[in-house]
């Protein structure tokens, strides 16, 4: 699987950004899927997970609220919509699927990562 996640930029404080994580060379559409940021200097934490179908999502506390996560299967597609962004949720966004069904916040429990878009927010 080849996962490539675009979409970021540069946005002012309160405004929005709609990610996407499109999948290649097979199918993730059994796969949990999740969004990890990692900011400069600091280690790399979950945003948000979907399970397979949709059915389950859970977000970091930071995040609840603001971001919401979505996938199109028939699209092979993952989706992290950022509303009401903060100067601290500036970071490189990277999706991944999960080894399993479900998503988890831990990184070991993902198999396929891919490259990140920088999300940058402005003050």
């Known amino acids: 699987v080849q996962l490539q996640a675009f979409g970021g930029g540069l946005v002012q404080a309160g405004g929005s950004l709609r990610l996407s994580c499109a999948a290649s060379?097979?199918?993730?559409?059994?796969?949990?899927m999740g969004w990890f940021r990692q900011a400069p200097g600091k280690e790399r934490e979950f945003v948000a997970g979907i399970s397979w179908n949709g059915g389950n999502t859970h977000y970091a506390e930071s995040v609840k609220g603001r971001f919401t996560i979505s996938r199109d299967n028939a699209k092979n597609t993952v989706y992290l919509q950022m509303d009401a962004l903060k100067p601290e949720d500036t970071a490189v966004y990277s999706c991944a699927a999960s080894l399993s069904s479900v998503s988890g916040v831990r990184i070991e429990g993902y198999r396929y990562w891919g490259q990140g878009t920088l999300v940058t927010v402005s003050s």
């Open positions: 060379r097979r199918t993730v559409s059994n796969n949990g």
